[in-house]
């Protein structure tokens, strides 16, 4: 068992090393939320290094901009599909007045403001994306899904409860083109 349970590890890494260093890569998402009406449409940049990936998804709605910001592993299977686990936070830019107004996501999923953008994303209730993704270079299509945590964040990591919470949770797709 342990020499399967080697070589399944090797071939994972191997197939992981193999695969290009560096992608970056922007697109246009779509997200679904339990309703019909709740159809939000935004941008998203990835940038992946080997196995870790650092994602930007941000939705764009009336006068603010909703962004998660999440880092993650992705896996890269014979150059055709995509599999990735990322979490982060949640952080909202407001921008109706004048100055702009830093909010996060609280654990009662309300926005609260802050002064700074580092405020916000310590603060922010972390989330988990997950993403399934057809290859075809340069462009690829991605199924996410997105689902906020009970009441982690950076704030409490260690008193937060990471338990996601499915009923909040936002199906996605997602139109990929990949520059490098």
């Known amino acids: 068992m342990r020499s399967v349970f080697a070589l399944l590890i090797l071939l994972f890494l191997a197939t992981a090393l193999w695969a290009h260093p560096v992608s970056v890569g ?10 019909y009406e709740d159809i939000e449409m ?5 940038i992946s290094y080997y196995l ?9 709605r009336r006068e603010r901009l909703t962004t998660l910001m999440a880092g993650g592993l992705a896996y890269t299977i014979m150059g055709v599909a995509r599999v990735s686990l990322a979490m982060g936070p949640v952080v909202q830019l ?8 830093w909010r996060y996501m609280d654990s009662s999923y309300h926005y609260t403001s802050v002064e700074s953008f580092s405020e916000a ?45 499915w009923e909040r949770g936002l199906w996605g797709l997602t139109l990929f083109y990949w520059l490098l």
């Open 26 to 35: 922007l697109g246009s998402t779509f997200l679904f939320g339990n309703q």
């Open 42 to 46: 935004g941008g998203e940049m990835r």
């Open 52 to 60: 870790f990936e650092s994602t930007l998804a941000s939705v764009l």
């Open 94 to 101: 407001d921008y109706r007045d004048v100055f702009f107004d």
């Open 121 to 165: 994303y310590y603060n922010g209730l972390i989330n988990y994306r997950a993403y399934v993704e057809a290859i075809l270079f340069p462009l690829s299509l991605s199924l996410t899904y997105q689902v906020p945590t009970l009441s982690a964040s950076f704030a409490n990591f260690k008193e937060g409860d990471f338990s996601p919470v």
